[in-house]
């Protein structure tokens, strides 16, 4: 769908991007949001090293995992005395199959984290949940206001401060996690969500809002643009976005799909932060982890964009009986990266440790598999 007129919303944040990714055309990047807040720059309490402490400690004794050794909530510890990042020694970015990460130098998830929260809300986005007991920041849907054309009209309407009436039919939201690295480091994800509307009839006097797929080039664009924030020069951005994966040796391969499992081949700490990033991708949400486990519990994330485009049945149609559809219950299941030799082999359990079989697993398997491999 083309650039549509809409009631008038928040002003135009304006950004701009530092630098390119090899000879890819990077995309343009505007974003707003209805909403503006003001954030605090303050290390939330429970923001510590989630691989560190007690929290996902788990009781003596070997079996299954489950779903009661994963805390979803952490009870709040002592308050983090860190002062607000006042400068990184270093940061550079590492590429794995489709998938890039930034690994900063000798600095704590809870010194980066702020200042993380702030770069979101500078490029128009809003904070819409915070995990910091997990390392993960997630931001509200958003408007890449640069694919609106540029065309006389709109001209006119930005000059008298009207610009707002113009809208896209595509909204963006991004993952954020954050991990504790090794020798003292701290690695950072971006995950890209997106939805996209769209007709949902034949007369097109309607329509809803339904999924569109991933975007590893806008995640590498924000990857740069974080660089930027901690300090790397336009140079040094250039040169990281345009390296190509690592050459696999031989016939290697990254992932394959093994029965109801999937064996990832390398380091295991490296492959539980890929699992991480490639679960935000496919769409389930990470509501807990166990770092001692290997487990992560996660949740199929619902289709938010279509819910807000439904429309609530008519007089007639509540007179006749019809009822407003409920929402659907999304299961929770656990993720398990198990060590083996030379690898990683991921399963899918139900809560109670035993093997997930619902009618989606192997989908999930799946998709899984074509992100990580």
Known sequence: MKAQMKPAIAAIALIGLAACS??????????????????????????????????YQIPAGSGA????????????????????????????????????????????????????????????????SEEPAIGQMETDWAENRAKIPQDGLRSIFEKVGLGGVYSTSERDKFITRIEAGKNGTTDIFISHRGMQEVYADRNKDTTMWQPRPNDPNLEAAFLGRVMQYLGADAKQIESELGKSAPARSGSAELAKLEG?????????????????????????????????????????????????????????????????????????????????????????LNKDGSAYRGSDASTWLSRLHTELR
């Open 22 to 55: 090899g000879n890819k055309e990077q995309p343009k990047l505007d974003y707003q949001t209805q909403n503006r807040k003001i954030v605090n720059l303050e290390v939330p309490p429970d923001l510590t090293n989630p691989n560190q402490g007690d929290r």
């Open 260 to 348: 109801d499992t999937l064996l990832l081949s390398g380091d295991f700490e490296r492959n539980w932060r890929r699992t991480a990033l490639a679960l935000d991708r496919v769409g389930l949400t990470v509501i807990g982890q166990n770092a001692e486990r290997h487990a992560y519990l996660v949740q199929p994330a619902p289709q938010e964009g279509q819910a807000v485009a439904t429309k609530k049945p008519g007089f007639f149609s509540r007179m006749m009986g019809k009822k407003t559809v409920e929402p659907t219950v999304y299961p929770e299941m656990i993720v398990y990266a198990e060590p083996v030799n030379g690898g990683t082999r991921l399963s899918l």
């Open 65 to 128: 995992v489950r779903a009661s050794d994963i805390n979803r909530t952490p009870a709040v510890q002592q308050a983090a005395n860190q002062a607000v990042l006042q400068s990184v020694k270093g940061v550079h970015m590492e590429r794995e199959g489709s998938q890039r990460w930034l690994v900063v130098d000798g600095k704590t998830p809870a010194e980066i984290w702020p200042l993380l929260k702030v770069f979101w809300q500078e490029n128009g986005f809003d904070i819409r």
